[in-house]
C-alpha cells in the first residue's frame, strides 16, 4: 500500500522548539551561535561563531569529520587550536575542496569543537570542559531544490505493515519525528540522497493520517501531513 504524495496537503508548520541560534549550546557560557553550516551555491567556505560568554578563557580544539565520523581530506576546519577570551567571540571557517566531492548530491560533514578550560599557571594537564558536533552541509552549484521541498516530498509506503520513507532528493533530510494517527514516535535520522530509510514504525490498518517533522535549514522542525485516499 502506497501513501498517494501527490495528494498531499503540503500543511508546514515552523515550529520554535529549536531555533537556530539557541540549540547547540555547550554548557554555562558556551555555545555555537547555529546549529548547522550549509555551504551552497558553489562556495568552497563556511563559518561558524563559538561565543564564550563565560568569565574564564577557553581553549578549542577543532576538526572536520566524514559522515561516517571519520577522519577526511575533503574538508578543513581553521584555526584548529585557538583561545577565546572571555566575553568574546571566535569564528570557526569550514573550507571544502570541492573537486574531490559528488557534483550530483549534497554531502554531510561534522564540525567537531573540544572545549578545555585555558591553561593555569600550576596546572600540569587540560581539563575537558564540553566537546560538542555541528553538522555541515556542501551542497554543489548544481542543486537548485530546497530543503523545504525535500522534506515535504518525501515518498511513503508500507511494505509488511511497515512505514518506508523514499529520499527523492539530493539533500540530507534530518527526520525528528513521526506521527501515525496522533501517535507520535520520536526518530532521530539522516536520510541521505537518493536513499530508502525503513522506518521500523508498525502501521495499523486503516490507518487515516501521517505526519513528520524534520529540521529546516534554519535549525527549526518543521511538519507536514499527508492523507491518503484509499488504504
Known amino acids: 500500500m502506497s501513501i498517494n504524495r501527490n495528494r498531499s496537503l503540503g500543511i508546514m508548520s515552523a515550529i520554535c522548539l529549536a531555533m537556530t541560534m539557541s540549540q547547540p549550546v555547550f554548557g554555562a557560557g558556551y555555545s555555537f551561535e547555529a546549529s548547522r553550516v550549509i555551504i551552497d551555491q558553489g562556495n568552497t567556505e563556511g563559518s561558524i561563531v563559538l561565543k564564550n560568554s563565560s568569565p574564564k578563557n577557553i581553549l578549542t580544539m577543532s576538526r572536520v569529520l566524514d559522515s561516517n565520523f571519520t577522519e577526511t581530506t ?22 571544502v575542496f570541492a573537486d574531490r566531492l559528488p557534483t550530483d548530491r549534497e554531502t554531510l560533514f561534522y564540525l567537531y ?54 529520499n527523492p532528493s539530493p539533500l540530507h533530510i534530518s527526520m525528528v519525528s513521526i506521527d501515525i494517527n496522533g501517535s507520535k514516535k520520536t526518530v532521530n535520522h539522516i536520510i541521505k540522497p537518493f536513499d530508502d530509510w525503513i522506518t521500523g514504525i508498525k502501521i495499523p490498518e486503516g490507518f487515516t493520517s501521517l505526519k513528520w517533522t ?9 511538519e507536514y501531513e499527508k492523507k491518503p485516499d484509499a488504504f
Do not use: C
Not at 525535500?150 to 508500507?158: M, P, R
Open 113 to 166: 569543537g573540544k572545549l578545555f578550560d585555558a591553561h593555569k599557571k600550576g596546572e600540569q594537564k587540560l581539563k575537558i570542559n564540553y566537546i560538542n558536533r555541528i553538522k555541515v552541509f556542501y551542497r554543489p552549484k548544481s542543486i537548485t531544490e530546497s530543503m523545504l521541498a525535500a522534506i515535504e516530498n518525501l515518498q511513503w509506503s508500507v511494505n509488511n505493515q511497515t512505514l518506508k520513507a523514499r
Open 214 to 222: 524534520a529540521v529546516n535549514d534554519y535549525g527549526s522542525f518543521v
Open 74 to 95: 575533503s574538508a578543513e576546519s581553521l584555526p584548529r587550536l585557538f583561545v577565546t577570551q572571555a566575553g568574546e567571540s571566535s569564528v570557526i571557517r569550514i573550507n
